[in-house]
């Protein structure tokens, strides 16, 4: 059965840091790996979606990496900002055709 | 605008009623999935259709039951509602090939529902 765990749960960097986010995944046996964001009372905001025979995506201050073999990736953001402050959410899309999510990490930038 | 819509935003109700919460998405997708986001805010799958036709039921009570009547519209209907069924409900959607999916899924604002 597929897991998917996200470290740290909660995060909180003054502005300009540069900061990493992790998540893991027990079963390698995916399509692919996707990013999202997820801001208090609102929906789930597509980042980065790295397919399974990709090793990284990069969208502006975000660079995404997937190591399919240890069942690792992680999100990385560069010069954080205030605007940045949500809740990322990892998710892997399994060959059982679900997209199973990892439980978040907040993350809070301090001006 | 292009996007998935929910309706209603906010839902509060007693328990035992029955209720509906309705999803419609003009992206041209061909899959759409209903998930429930509990208070720990974990996200799972309930139920995912394709083409009107249900692919994944995730051992979900079978008070609840969605309908699908096309492929732009995916509904979820409540029957008997309880207290554990409090949670925000979201719906998604995306396109699917034949290897799998071929786009991330694209989620709806949510349903606040709050059972009393």
């Known amino acids: 059965k597929q897991e998917v765990t996200q470290i740290p749960a909660a995060l909180s960097v003054p502005e300009g840091e540069n900061l990493v986010l992790n998540c893991s995944f027990t079963?390698?046996?995916?399509?692919?790996l996707q990013w999202f964001r997820q801001d208090p009372g609102k929906g789930l905001t597509s980042l980065l979606l790295?397919?399974?025979?990709?090793r990284e995506q990069t969208s502006g201050r975000l660079n995404a990496s997937l190591d399919k073999s240890s069942g690792r990736s992680t999100l990385y953001i560069a010069a954080s900002q205030p605007g940045d402050s949500a809740t990322y959410l990892c998710?892997?899309?399994?060959?059982?055709?679900?997209?199973?999510f990892g439980q978040g990490t907040e993350l809070s930038v301090k001006p | 605008d292009t996007a998935v819509s929910q309706t209603p935003k906010y839902l509060v109700t007693q328990m035992g009623n029955d209720k509906s919460i309705k999803c419609e998405q003009n992206l041209g997708h061909d899959t759409m999935y209903w998930y429930k986001q509990d208070s720990k805010k974990f996200l799972k799958i309930m139920f995912s259709y394709n083409n009107k036709e249900l692919i994944i039921n995730e051992t979900v009570p079978n008070r609840f039951s969605p309908k699908s009547p096309d492929k732009a519209h995916l509904n979820l209907h409540i029957n008997s509602l309880e207290l554990g069924d409090s949670a925000v409900y979201f719906c998604?959607?995306?396109?699917?090939?034949?290897?799998?999916?071929?786009?991330?899924?694209?989620f709806g604002p949510g349903t606040r529902l709050t059972v009393l």
């Open positions: 790295i397919q399974s025979s990709q």
């Open positions: 998604a959607s995306s396109s699917h090939g034949l290897a799998g999916p071929t786009d991330t899924q694209y």
């Open positions: 998710a892997v899309y399994n060959q059982g055709g679900k997209l199973i």
């Open positions: 079963d390698s046996a995916i399509y692919n």
